[in-house]
Structures are given as structure tokens and as C-alpha cells.
């Protein structure tokens, strides 16, 4: 593999243990990953319900350790979790009893930034996701949208250089939806942030990626990287009606297409055994 990559997966599996008849069953949710992301790059993975795109956001984050191969980060091997990935989860995980900005300080208390540095930190990063104003409202104050800015405020603020995003936006409505992704293009566009984000939307991941990984059925392997060329991501244009984005979404969806086909006749295979 490329030292130059920011991150390699380098034959990368996963198995987990089985839940059913027989103590020798086993899962294999990965299998045989290799992939690299270049710094600074938005890469978003796509592929059919159950074929382990979390599983793979989860190893890349250190919150799991692969059964083969390895991850490196910045050619170094990933073991556990840090503060040089940021992650995004599709349910915000925010502190009730915080405000948004107390929630954006709870990491930068972590790490034992200064009390002063936490807030104007979080402010600022706060400004970054749109949210001035609202520093003080609680997430039961805030909409879908709001908390889930709150929360991509929360992993920037402690500068990690990789983001890891695994369907952040899947919960809320399509206009929010469309409205948070320009967001966030903007937000990478700023901070240069390397991005691994994860979707079932082919839309969303045409929209976003400036590459698009796609897994087959499970066990996961990349069966193809798609580089996406849409020029500038600019919010004013309508890239979504764009010649461009039609044909990338097209061929996305044929590459598709026939694994979730694979993954559906599994479903019915394991409901009949």
C-alpha cells in the first residue's frame, strides 16, 4: 500500500460469533478490504443493508480490531481509539442535561483544554455548523437538524484529523437532509478534513463523495470504487438535475443493484432455515 494514503485498510476481515445452532457458526461481515483514503479526501461507502459498512467505520474508529489485515493511520496501526478520528453516529448522542455548547466542550474537557479555550472553542465551532445564537439551548430545544449540527460541532472541536460520519443524516427529512449535506461540503471545504461517511443513499453519496466505495452483499468486499466528478460543489447550482450526477448515480445503482438482490434471497434463505 501507499505510504502517502491517510488511511489503509490492507486486507481487512471481520468475523464475529454467530448466534444460532452450533458452537462453530460464525458471521463474516468483511472480508479481504483493501482500500485507501488520501488526506484530505471525501470518501463515502455504500452497499446493501447488512453488508458491514458500520462494521468498517467501527474498525477504522478503533472501536473494534479486526479478525485479519490491519488499518493504518497515517502508517500507523490502529488499535484502539483517538483523538485524531472524530465520529458522527446516525442518533446524536448528546448529553440531555448540557447545552449545545456544554455538548461541544465535553470532548475538549477530555483532552484537558482550559476552561476559557473550551468555550470560545465551542463557539466557534458552533458558528462553523450555523448554529450561533443557540449556544445555550438544550437538544430538547433543538430540532433533528439542529442536534445533529451540535454534534458534528461536538468531534470537530478537539481538531481530530479524520471524520468518521456513519449515516448521520438517515433520521431526518429529506430537506434537512439536502440542507445539512451542503453543510457539511462546506464545513470540509474549510477544515480540509480527511471524511469517512457512510450512507444508503445513492443520491447522497454521489452528492458528497468525491469517491464512492461500493460493497457488495455480505461479507463485505469493495467491489468497486467509483471516482465521482461533479466540479464544485456549489449549493447555488443544481448539481441533483446535472447530466453528471444522473450518469455517476446510474452506474452506482447497477453496481448495486444485483448485491441487494444477493443480500434480499439471503434474508429469505436464513427466515426459512
Known sequence: MASTSKIAFERVGKVFPARGRGAAQELTALDGIDLEVAAGEFLVVV??????????????????????????????????????????FQQYALLPWRTAQGNVEFGLEATGVPRRQRAARAREYLELVGLSGFEDRHPHELSGGMRQRVAIAR?????????????????????????????????????????????HGIDEAVYLGGRVAVLTSRPGRIKQVVPIDLGPRDAAADLRSAPEFARHRHEIWSLLHDEVARAQLLEKERAVA
Open 47 to 88: 452497499g446493501p443493508s447488512g453488508c458491514g459498512k458500520s462494521t468498517l467505520l467501527d474498525l477504522a474508529a478503533g472501536l473494534a480490531r479486526p479478525t485479519s489485515g490491519r488499518i493504518l493511520l497515517d502508517g500507523r496501526e490502529v488499535t484502539g481509539p483517538g483523538l485524531d478520528r472524530g465520529i458522527v
Open 155 to 199: 468531534s470537530l472541536a478537539y481538531d481530530p484529523d479524520v471524520l468518521l460520519m456513519d449515516e448521520p443524516f438517515a433520521a431526518l427529512d429529506a430537506q434537512t437532509r439536502e440542507s445539512l449535506q451542503d453543510e457539511l461540503l462546506r464545513v470540509w471545504r474549510h477544515t480540509g478534513k480527511t471524511v469517512v461517511f457512510i450512507t
